[in-house]
């Protein structure tokens, strides 16, 4: 029996921190730090954050194939320490996650070190004091930091994601633990993401992204060409899935770069354009064997390919995504992403 199978009212008598914890210790429902006990009481008032039923499925999650109801994406989130006013965040978050486009079965069951990472947008992002400035992808805020690890708690418990069972990461990374943020869209001077995905300006929402990790792209350069090319240079990497597959980079871009690129009068598909253009790889950096996984997975775009042949990271510039959020400052974020996902975006309901 697991955490995610059982009901509330199991944990109705334990509540004590030490006992609990060696207890989810030794049944692996917990991810190795503290966690808060999931007692009915607080189930209960998890709960009362949504108006949906209480055994609704919202969706079923590789790769274990667990049904995610409403009460056990609850009963995760009681255990990361979330509030209740997050739960309509991770019931959205679950279902997007669940989406064939995702391909959540690939992201958890992969060697690769892949995270879910939350990107939130709207009137949400400050009614639950989610992080979009300063340190937006560190420590040091509630929401941020028990989103993404009740996510990841919802993806080992009800999916089933236990690593070394049915998680095979080689090593992970840290943001297996949580990984989310906000959209700094007061100091963007672009729209933000969650317009350009289709959805109204007013909307609150949360977007599932398959992250393979983070790097720091620290430039003071004030001329955006030079600025995409160093950014371009940086994005380029031979040892990718990126390039084999044709994938889904992702960008944090801080607010101070934003403002000289909108200088410079580009626009996001400028921007896309760009660095789609200024990324491109010779075929003849990948090893051998990541040739022929390129040959298998993008003849369709390349036909035969040659040493001398141009990859591109994505199949096209619109593949490209990005975000402005940090606080001031010259550093842009670099979040290559699996490869074999797309991003969706869900709007937060109540």
Same mark, same amino acid.
């Given at each position: ?13 334990? #509540? ?14 917990? #991810?190795?730090? $503290? ?12 709960? &009362? ?13 590789? $790769? ?30 679950? #279902? ?32 639950? #004091? ?127 770069? &934003? ?76 979040? $290559? ?14």
């Amino acid at each position: 029996m697991s955490a995610a199978s059982t009901s509330a009212a199991t944990f109705e008598a334990l #509540d004590d921190l030490d006992a609990i914890n060696k207890l989810y210790r030794e049944r692996r429902w917990s #991810d190795g730090l $503290p966690i808060v006990p999931p007692t009915q009481d607080r189930v209960e008032r998890m709960l &009362a954050g949504t108006r949906r039923r209480r055994n609704e499925v919202i969706a079923v999650l590789p $790769p274990g194939f667990g049904e995610a109801t409403v009460e056990r994406i609850a009963i995760n989130a009681v255990m990361a320490g979330c509030e209740a006013a997050h739960l309509p965040v991770l019931i959205a978050a679950t #279902d997007a996650a669940a989406q064939a486009q995702f391909n959540i079965q690939g992201i958890e069951a992969t060697t690769n070190p892949v995270a879910v990472w939350l990107v939130l947008n709207g009137p949400i992002v400050n009614q639950l #004091d989610i992080n979009a400035t300063f340190n937006c992808l560190g420590q040091g805020a509630w929401a941020n930091a028990t989103l993404g690890r009740a996510m990841r708690l919802i993806l080992q418990n009800i999916g089933g994601a236990l690593p070394g069972d049915m998680d095979r990461a080689t090593q992970g990374q840290p943001a297996k633990y949580t990984f989310c943020c906000g959209e700094n869209e007061a100091q963007s001077p672009w729209e933000p993401l969650h317009v350009e995905r289709g959805f109204a300006r007013e909307a609150s929402t949360v977007t599932v992204v398959g992250a393979e990790g983070t790097l720091n792209m620290n430039t003071h350069s004030k001329e955006a060409g030079e600025m995409l090319r160093v950014f371009a240079e940086c994005m380029v990497h031979p040892a990718s899935n990126e390039y084999c597959h044709g994938g889904e980079p992702w960008l944090v871009i801080a607010p101070e770069h &934003a403002d000289i690129l909108k200088a410079g009068g580009l626009t996001k598909r400028d921007v896309k354009q760009r660095l789609w253009e200024l990324s491109k790889m010779p075929a003849g950096r990948l090893s051998v064997k990541e040739v022929l996984r390129a040959q298998a997975s993008r003849t369709d775009e390349f036909g035969e390919i040659k040493p001398d042949t141009l990859l591109t990271i994505s199949r096209k510039p619109e593949d490209i995504w990005f975000i402005v959020a940090g606080g001031p400052g010259t550093h842009t974020t670099y979040v $290559p992403c699996f490869g074999n996902s797309r991003a969706v975006t869900r709007e937060i309901g109540v």
